[in-house]
């Protein structure tokens, strides 16, 4: 029967809810393998890139649970008797998924990559829109001489500048995009999780007896910060 080793490092399952979400993979757009109950202690293994998700260990009905927890989900992270930041975890490597839950993973940091590239670049193009925009109503109406009135030339300048705008605009908008601090990070996980998927082996390492434990504990305890 697995127990949980005196030297583990160890979390205690907390939040609003009176039940927490436990995942294969560290995104919340996934379903949860299960629920935890509060007050539940689970064995910490590694974090994520973040440190805004756990990787654990539960040990119920004789078995090693392998899973994800978020952070803000949990309380009293402990190592040796002292309580530990997130940040003082090993980095995951994701060796006790599955390649293709790597995969998974991976794709969906790319989706959060390209979300925070879509508002950045969207935000840009509509203000270079605009701007053309005020700047072809002027022009049209300084500079158009084809006899129309001052409303005509106004709109055939609008329609100008935003066609300009529009047309153009979409060029220079990946400059602030690449800039970006939230999709230079998105992207930075990204990559990283994509590199791990390509150098994951086929088989994830095993979990499944108290000496699987016993190692993957003393592997994180070695590289604990």
Not at 148 to 174: C, E, N, Q, R, Y
Not at 210 to 225: G, P, Y
């Amino acid at each position: 029967m697995p127990t949980i080793p005196n030297h583990a490092i160890t979390a205690t399952v907390h939040g609003e809810k009176s039940q927490q979400g436990f995942y294969k993979i560290p995104f919340i757009m996934t379903n949860p393998q299960q629920q935890i109950k509060n007050g539940t202690t689970i064995i910490i293994l590694a974090r994520d890139m973040s440190a805004e998700w756990l990787e654990g260990v539960l040990i119920e009905d004789n078995k090693l649970i392998h899973g994800w927890i978020q952070t803000n989900a949990t309380r009293n992270l402990m190592a040796d008797g002292r309580i530990i930041a997130p940040q003082a975890l090993p980095q995951s490597d994701y060796a006790y998924n599955t390649r293709r839950q790597v995969y998974d993973a991976s794709r969906y940091q790319k989706s959060l990559r390209g979300m925070a590239g879509i508002k950045v670049y969207g935000i840009f193009l509509m203000v270079f829109t605009v701007i053309s925009i005020i700047i072809g109503g002027i022009a049209g109406v300084l500079f158009i001489q084809d006899g129309s009135d001052f409303t005509g030339k106004l709109l055939i300048g609008i329609g100008l500048g935003a066609a300009v705008g529009f047309g153009l605009g979409w060029i220079p908008a990946f400059i602030p995009m690449a800039r970006n601090e939230a999709f230079q990070l998105m992207d930075s996980r990204f990559k990283a999780l994509n590199k791990l998927h390509r150098e994951h082996k086929g088989d994830p390492i095993r979990l499944e007896s108290q000496m699987d434990l016993e190692r993957a504990i003393s592997k994180s305890m070695n590289e604990l910060r």
